[in-house]
């Protein structure tokens, strides 16, 4: 039963947690770490671990998701960055690097002033699937419509539509908006959908068809949303909402599986394991790739929402670089602070409750911490 406290006479508000709230329990049963299994398989598409590198310029080049692809897991180029809007973007991601903190929003706003050049998104996707791994793109839903036929024609295995809050049913008055059901019925190729932060709007953006929901808002630890529009979504609360909305819709659907993405707030191992627990298949990954040594950021990490040429909702931070991206993943680590070897750990957390493999590892028990709220 949802938990409800009085802000005042005429308001209540739900109880929710983050992920720093939930610790997981350790079971009865224990396994070795090598016997257990991270793959991942969103429709045709199979990985060896339930990675995906965020559509984010600070993350993602097409050399650091071929590079994901290598290593198991799914790299997803944002069609709207610098990679699309410039021949060469290499020196303007060095100047976003090493400008001085009062400059970085106006200057970024100028760069990415620049149109999208959809020859480039042609250029770009090719160069992915030259090298042999999944071609992944993401669009804003705003640009879906305008860009997508060129998305589809230059071939993206999947295509991301993802947004700060992105819902089945968006009203304008200005345009027509995008239908996602009829999108998507129409596309050829799995579509992931998202930031979406309850049971309602996850059940809506299921319904449209899409093969996967992306649950949250990305960017956590760059997203100013709630100091700029008022909103946040405790992780640990959305994704365990979106998990039974889920349940709810394959009793719906007879029995159509639809994966859940978590996007954001997975900055240290542990909040990226607990989002398995308490129930995503796999996670976006944003900070704690740009923390990587190939990571085009250089250090610092930024989402699109630090670009917005009218009301910018998050903000370039350095987040530092820490190791290759191969040791990010699979280690080996050599400091216990969660920031390398995600893999490792996730195994490591699936032996100690003796689950075999991801999906099982969302039966696991968690408890709410004496840190929670």
Not at 10 to 28: H, N, T
Not at 46 to 65: K, R, Y
Not at 143 to 166: K, M, N, P, W
Not at 246 to 256: A, N
């Amino acid at each position: 039963m949802s938990q409800e406290i009085e802000i005042g006479l005429g308001k209540k508000a739900r109880l929710a947690y983050s992920l720093d709230d939930v610790a997981i329990v350790p079971s009865r049963r224990t396994r070795d770490p090598q016997d257990v299994s991270t793959a991942w398989q969103i429709d045709a598409y199979e990985f060896d671990i339930p990675v995906i590198a965020a559509p984010m310029d600070s993350v993602t080049s097409p050399e650091t998701a071929i590079e994901m692809g290598r290593l198991g897991g799914l790299g997803v180029l944002d069609l709207e960055g610098l990679w699309t809007r410039y021949e060469d973007p290499k020196p303007l991601l060095d100047e976003i690097a090493t400008l001085p903190e009062g400059q970085a929003t106006r200057r970024m706003q100028e760069i990415y002033a620049e149109p999208i050049k959809p020859e480039l998104i042609t250029q770009r996707l090719h160069e992915i699937r030259k090298a042999g791994v999944t071609v992944a793109g993401a669009l804003s839903p705003q640009r879906t419509q305008e860009l997508y036929s060129t998305v589809i024609e230059a071939g993206v295995d999947l295509f991301v539509i993802r947004g700060t809050a992105v819902s089945a049913e968006h009203v304008s008055t200005d345009h027509e908006p995008l239908n996602l059901k009829k999108f998507i019925y129409d596309l050829d190729v799995p579509v992931i959908v998202g930031g979406a932060t309850n049971y309602t709007a996850a059940l809506h953006l299921m319904r449209t068809g899409a093969a996967g929901v992306l649950v949250g808002f990305g960017g956590g630890a760059v997203s100013g949303t709630l100091n700029t529009i008022g909103l946040q979504a405790p992780m640990a609360t959305a994704i365990a909402d979106i998990a039974e909305a889920r349940r709810d819709y394959m009793d719906e659907s007879g029995g159509r599986y639809v994966q859940l993405i978590a996007d954001g707030g997975m900055g240290s191992s542990g909040n990226f394991i607990k989002a398995f627990a308490l129930g995503a298949d796999a996670v976006m990954l944003g900070s704690p790739l740009a923390r990587a040594t190939e990571a085009p950021g250089h250090g610092m990490h930024w989402g699109s929402e630090a670009r917005h040429q009218t009301l910018p909702r998050g903000k370039r931070t350095n987040v530092g670089t820490v190791a290759p991206l191969k040791e990010i993943l699979y280690g080996p680590s050599h400091q216990a602070d969660g920031t390398t070897n995600f893999i490792g750990a996730l195994r490591r957390a699936m032996a100690s409750t003796g689950y075999v493999d991801v999906k099982n590892f969302q039966r696991c028990s968690v408890v709410v911490t004496s840190s929670g709220r």
